[in-house]
């Protein structure tokens, strides 16, 4: 069994919003957990409905444990560069991630050319997450065991002691148990299986090999 453990990573507890004026255009912050691409995307589009009259939504998110985390930003019609870089910056700075940060923003008259343009969206990117709750996001790996009926008692002792759950659990010629993993605890899932003389692979019973691990 080869186990690639991944370490807690902050995330945010809950959304928060916050509005900056900066030389009369106004930029409001929404800033919303999201653990996937398309939670991130259906963040960005109650912005847009919440908003629809608002110049741009500008957007930056950062999604997935810190070492092999998934980006991606939008200026939307800002210049390039001006506003998405500046906002995934801020959110790479504060080590944060399962996050996304729209900005809203409402042209006030006033050019504040690039330069201004970039300070101004980080500064509402940095309003927003200095205001966030930050909790700790646990990786977690889907491991399957192969077990006699003797080592189920034992299995589920291991799994109440080091906080895996047991998800899925099937009954045949051998225990077959899908496991949910901390990421933390692989090592010991390792020594345990090994002391008993368990096979484990990465993964569910009909995709193994292509889990996290």
Known sequence: MTT???????????????????NKSRFIAWLRPAASRDQALAVLASAQSEY????????AYLIGPPA???????????????????ILGVISHKGMSDVIVVVTRY???????????????????EAVLSAAEVTAQ????????FLDF??????????????ATIDRIEYGEQVVAELIVPDEALGALTSFCAANRI???????????????
């Open 150 to 163: 003797a080592q189920e008692q034992p299995m589920r002792l291991w799994c109440d002691r080091n906080g």
């Open 52 to 59: 629809p009259a608002a110049t741009h939504h500008c957007y």
């Open 107 to 125: 042209f006030g008259g006033i050019k504040l050319g690039a330069g201004g343009l970039v300070r101004a969206y980080a500064a509402a990117a």
């Open 68 to 86: 092999s985390a998934h980006a991606a930003m939008s200026d939307d019609g800002e210049p390039s560069g001006t506003a998405g870089k500046p």
């Open 4 to 22: 690639q453990p991944r370490h807690p990573y902050p995330v945010p507890a809950g959304p928060v919003d916050r509005e900056i004026v900066i």
């Open 199 to 213: 096979d484990a692979s990465c993964g569910a019973p009909d995709s193994l090999g292509s889990g996290l691990c």
């Open 138 to 145: 646990v990786p977690v790996s889907t491991m399957t065991l």
